[in-house]
């Protein structure tokens, strides 16, 4: 499985407004900015001061589409049935209150289906952590 997808948030506020100092170069090919390399210094605009950036999942960005019913897909056939393309169906997978959304083909701790508008690379994953306390 690919690494799920993670975006730096600030470790005092978890706002997603932040930023990293940098270095860009001039392309005269490409004729833009292309980032040279990253370096320590973070700061947040939320909280108008520097920062340290902790790592999150990112949430599933799409809008999932179910069944009819309000129900989630029972199978990767049956979603493809309704008249999904393979790269629009997701499966979802839970473990230890851990959910993951990826590629179609996963059964183990299998939840279900659902179809997305957008198409996936079949390599990208989605994980969201639920507070069971």
């Known amino acids: 499985m690919s690494n799920p997808i ?35 210094d973070e700061f947040c605009q939320e909280c108008e001061q520097s920062t ?13 589409i179910r069944r009819e019913d309000g129900n989630y897909f029972n199978s990767w ?4 049935a309704a008249g999904y393309r393979d790269d629009q169906i997701w499966s ?4 230890d209150g851990v959910w993951s959304y990826g590629p179609p083909h996963h ?11 957008e198409s996936h690379d079949g390599k ?5 952590e639920l507070d069971l306390t």
């Open 107 to 117: 059964y183990v701790n299998h939840i279900g289906h659902i179809a997305t508008a």
């Open 92 to 95: 979802i997978c839970e473990n």
């Open 6 to 40: 993670q975006i730096p948030v600030c470790c005092t506020c978890q706002s997603k407004d932040v930023t990293k100092d940098a270095w860009a170069e001039w392309d005269p090919i490409k004729q833009d900015w292309v980032l040279h390399s990253t370096y320590d």
């Open 77 to 80: 056939p049956e979603a493809k």
């Open 52 to 64: 340290k950036l902790d790592w999150i999942n990112a949430e599933f960005p799409f809008e999932e």
């Open 124 to 128: 990208t994953y989605y994980v969201e």
